[in-house]
Nanobody, 122 residues
Framework: QVQLVESGGGLVQAGGSLRLSCAAS????????MGWFRQAPGKEREFVGG???????????RYADSVKGRFTISRDNAKNTVYLQMNSLKPEDTAVYYC????????????WGQGTQVTVSS
């Protein structure tokens, strides 16, 4: 079982930056792939970025095209935390952002946080 708690959301002007954090419970954080998703009002939840185990203690990152070059996902296994650094924010980035975890090798994310609101004003 993994419990996830996001923080760091808020209101920011277009062009600004925010860093989201997701703190995970448990002692096996390193054995989970981590991802960030978002859901805007009236839209389906969409993938933002993810860190997937690639062996040897390393993870590879993957991003949605809409955030590539602007968002960076990272993790600190010593702190059981995953981050989403968001730069050059746009009004269309406004959404509730969720972090998620899946056991290494699994295809589906099984654990989700409660979400944190990000609002980008124009």
């Amino acid at each position: 079982q993994v419990q996830l708690v996001e923080s760091g959301g808020g209101l920011v002007q277009a062009g600004g930056s925010l860093r989201l954090s997701c703190a995970a419970s448990g002692r096996t954080f390193a054995s989970y792939d981590m991802g960030w998703f978002r859901q805007a009002p009236g839209k389906e939840r969409e993938f933002v970025g993810g860190l997937t185990w690639s062996g040897g203690g390393t993870y590879y990152t993957r991003y949605a095209d809409s955030v590539k070059g602007r968002f960076t996902i990272s993790r600190d296994n010593a702190k059981n935390t995953v981050y989403l650094q968001m730069n050059s924010l746009k009004p269309e980035d406004t959404a509730v952002y969720y972090c998620a975890a899946r056991a290494i090798g699994a295809t589906q994310y099984s654990y989700w946080g409660q979400g944190t609101q990000v609002t980008v004003s124009s």
